[in-house]
């Protein structure tokens, strides 16, 4: 079972009272956008074999959304994050890249 | 203006825990910046309760006031008294970015007791109801099976429980049919 950290109200959530919310750090594209940016935007997701980095909320609990990084293959869970941020934590990610060589980034 | 009434008309059910509607109880949700010196004052002065720390419940004589999140407390209270908190909050509030609403009509409280209370609320919820990790004082905000639910302990051998009204005969006799006699697992018994 899937148990992530809430960063708000501290409270180490199984996934029975979470919600997911797909891909994180996801650029929105707007009215000025073009029509193959807002396709790209609506259905293109990275879905990669190991690192992800993913909305989720805690639903049955506090409700607030957070950022988590985890791994899609091995279920590992690197670390959990506010919401209020564009990209994920410098430490966190100096991390995920010690314990998965030839990481290509979060980008 | 009408008689209030609780959703389940003040309902028992005596299992190896006793599970009692509680009756018409007041419920003021408030919203703002619990980080801000300024909210928190406000907050005192009108309730006369300390902010709560994270996942904190405190009293002050009838009133408990519970730490939801981070922009988030409830406070609980007699029925009466619920519109006067929330004007009185309104006021105290005034100029920041905040709010106070009188939700006592869209909840419903429940009062679990007897020693085996934890393990009650254990079957039902995925918190952690072990001593140790949960006891009196702290307000968890988690799922009863199917719905969205929160309690707290007053003290070892009792949970109340906060529900929506909506779902308050199914909450109810789901933590009365995980108190019915002959149901005890026997989980955080005293050592012996
Ligand atoms: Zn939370």
Redesign the interface.
Known sequence: MLILDCP???????E??LAPGGEAHLTRVGPEGSDAAFESYLFDRKNPKGVHFERWRH??????WFHAARNTVTLEVYGTYPAQVTEPPKALLAAISKKVPGWEGWQ | MSEAVSALGGATFEGYCILRDAGPTGMVTIRGDLGAAAFGKAVKKATGCALPKQREIVTNGGRRLAWMSPDELLLICDQGEAPGMAAALAETLKGQHALALDVSDARALFRLEGAGCREVIAKLSPANLAPGAFGPGEMRRTRLAQVAGAFHMPDESSVEIVVFRSVARYAFDLIANAARPGSEVGLFAPAP
């Not at chain 1, 708000?8 to 199984?14: E, P």
């Not at chain 1, 639903?59 to 607030?64: F, I, M, R, S, W």
């Open positions: 708000y109200c501290g409270i180490r959530a199984d029975t009272e639903a049955a609990g506090c409700g607030k």
